[in-house]
């Protein structure tokens, strides 16, 4: 059987299948779908510093080839999530990330600070870039002096791993990339979803309450691969990839590019015991294939330029 | 933080025969790989045809029947799920997930006697409820037949899916249509209230509800008027059935039973709520 480990900087991880922020409830809600101990992490529901409500219906509006959505990050807030939820992820048997909104640097190092002293947090995601908030202006996700400022001041708060997760509505990812580096992320998530809409032409009526949202499924691997891609080959940190993942077969391809995990949202929704079962796949791929370790996969992409197998040695994995 | 039941899995399931049933729905049955227990009335599955061109997002059903180790669901063709759902063939596979949700409350035989109100493909969590009023449910008293009143509307007769078998039921079955082609010429409000002025139906009775919005807000607030308890089965649009999408919000009564957070799941915490619970 093909070893499915993998390491994320500080992270050891027994496979590289986690699940997407906002696609998996904070974790254990689905365990009779898929265990907590066959997942490489969970990544928790975006927790906010004071509670939400969520944004207007309809939230959810399916389209051809994927979903759109504007939840609005309903949650909570920081204090019910440490009362109620983490009480029961301090047992859960895989490596815990908190997913982490705020709408100012003060907002973002606050919540990390509450999550600092949280023995079952082991990670922290900052999510620099849902489009359903702040009107879709991605104040963070778009200019990399305001995602280096959120991302310092989360460093600074925690001692805890700290990954960037990225939008793909920029022009440079790797710019976006290279900026959260340099303030100090363990890691990257790239990427959350694309900026969408959709208009039924006969009465006038957005398929959402606030007529944009954001674009995930199917219909976006393409374009979160190749901002995964250039993400990998901008900076020596890790990179987490997400978008549109479905089938092993497209974990295996964001391990090419050169992610050292994936994190799976939509198809959650078709299936929650979807995880499990791409790691079944995965080993059976990898054994197909004759390879020994899903590390031989990472950063295997032949695109002339080799950064992708630098940053892959850069995270401490094998490229080969 | 509420949940996906203990008992809700994915599992596969083989079409067994897919039948039109009244205009525009067909009865699809499906057999699962695994036997399934006993399904509360009213709990629903998320289903999806594997065909490789269905939608991406499986669709919400309410259990219909369930019999010879085979689950049913009334299907109205209303957009691409349902058409491609209708359109399936006897041997194609399905993912199901499930079952999900609550159920009806326990209809028991100790109290007042029911009113089951549904409007068009909305009378689909009831035939099991009547199966399983009249055989008893969780270890109370069995409903008499006479007891439990069934008010089945919908635009026409053609769409009053199903009415024969549940006549058949012994049940007290009237229907209404807005186009009067069968039973009550109006809506099920009207034909409640007539019932009740002609002494058809006792004043206090306790009240079970599914089908569209005005006709579930009419009932919420027929119930309030009369001071009748009163449970409604929702469907709203659904994104995965167990609760981790956040796309099915209900909104919560200030002070109500369902606690200050002004959103309930609808799949999660439902289908059924209590009138009283929820803002329409």
Not at chain 2, 29 to 42: G, K, V
């Amino acid at each position: 059987m093909a070893d499915l480990a993998v390491t994320l900087g500080p992270l050891s991880l027994r496979n590289p299948v986690l699940s997407a922020s906002g696609t998996y409830g904070h974790g254990l809600e689905m365990c009779h779908f898929t265990p907590p101990e066959r997942m490489g992490g969970l990544v928790s529901k975006t927790v906010t510093l004071r509670p939400r409500p969520g944004n207007a219906q309809p939230r959810i509006c399916e389209t051809r080839a994927g979903l759109l959505n504007s939840i609005g990050l309903e949650n909570k807030g920081v204090e019910n999530y440490v009362e109620t939820i983490l009480p029961d992820m301090l047992g859960a048997d895989t490596v815990v990330f908190t997913n982490i909104g705020g709408e100012s640097v003060e907002d973002f190092a606050e919540i990390a600070a509450r999550l600092d002293r949280e023995p079952a947090v082991d990670v922290l995601e900052v999510n620099l870039s849902c489009p359903n908030v702040q009107g879709g202006k991605l104040p963070f996700a778009t200019d990399p002096s305001n995602a280096a400022r959120a991302v310092e001041a989360v460093r600074r708060a925690t001692s805890k791993p700290v990954f960037a997760k990225l939008s793909p509505n920029v022009s440079h990812i790797g710019e976006m990339a290279q900026a959260v580096e340099q303030a100090g992320a363990t890691g990257i998530t790239a990427v959350n979803t694309l900026l969408g809409l959709a208009v039924d032409w006969r009465t006038g009526k957005p398929g959402l309450g606030t007529v944009q949202g954001g674009y995930s499924g199917p219909g976006i691997k393409p374009v979160a691969l190749r901002c995964a891609w250039e993400c990998a080959r901008s900076v020596s940190i890790p990179v987490i990839g997400c978008g549109g993942i479905a089938t092993a077969e497209d974990v295996l391809e964001f391990l090419a590019a050169g992610c050292g995990a994936v994190e799976l949202g939509t198809a959650c929704f078709a299936d929650p015991a979807l995880p499990g079962r791409i790691v079944e796949d995965l080993e059976r791929l990898l054994d197909e294939a004759g390879r020994a370790s899903i590390r031989s996969v990472i950063g295997s992409i032949r695109d002339g330029r080799g950064s992708s197998r630098d940053s892959a040695h850069a995270q401490g994995v094998e490229a080969r | 933080m509420p949940a996906p039941p203990p008992d809700a899995r994915s599992f596969l399931a083989e079409i067994t025969a897919i039948e039109p049933c009244g205009a525009d729905a067909v009865l699809l049955r499906a057999r699962p790989e695994r036997a399934m227990a006993p399904i509360r009335a009213s709990r629903f599955f998320m289903l999806k045809l594997l065909d490789g061109t269905s939608p991406l997002i499986p669709r919400p059903y309410s259990i219909y029947r369930q019999r010879n180790g085979e689950l049913e669901f009334l299907v109205k063709v209303m957009g691409q799920g349902s058409r491609a759902l209708a359109a399936a063939r006897k041997g194609q596979e399905l993912r199901l997930i499930g079952p999900l949700g609550n159920g009806w409350p326990t209809l028991d035989g100790e109290g007042l006697p029911w009113v089951f109100v549904a409007g068009g493909v909305g009378s689909a969590p009831f035939p099991m409820a009547i199966e399983q009023a009249l055989a008893g449910m969780d270890g109370r008293a069995a409903v008499d037949p006479g007891s439990i009143s069934l008010l089945f509307g919908a635009a026409n007769r053609e769409l009053l899916y199903d009415l024969d078998v549940l006549r058949s039921t012994g049940v007290r079955v009237h229907a209404a249509t807005d186009d009067g082609s069968e039973g009550w010429h109006g809506n099920v409000i009207e034909l409640f209230e007539a019932l009740v002025a002609k002494g058809e139906l006792p004043e206090e009775v306790r009240l079970l509800a599914c089908g569209p919005d005005p006709m579930l807000e009419a009932c919420s607030e027929l119930a309030e008027r009369r001071g009748l308890e009163c449970w409604l089965s929702l469907e709203t649009v659904m994104g995965c059935g167990v609760g981790i999408c956040n796309g099915c919000p209900v909104m919560t009564r200030p002070e109500g039973p369902l606690g200050a957070w002004p959103n309930a799941k609808c799949c999660v915490e439902g289908p059924v709520f209590r009138a009283d619970a929820i803002c329409l």
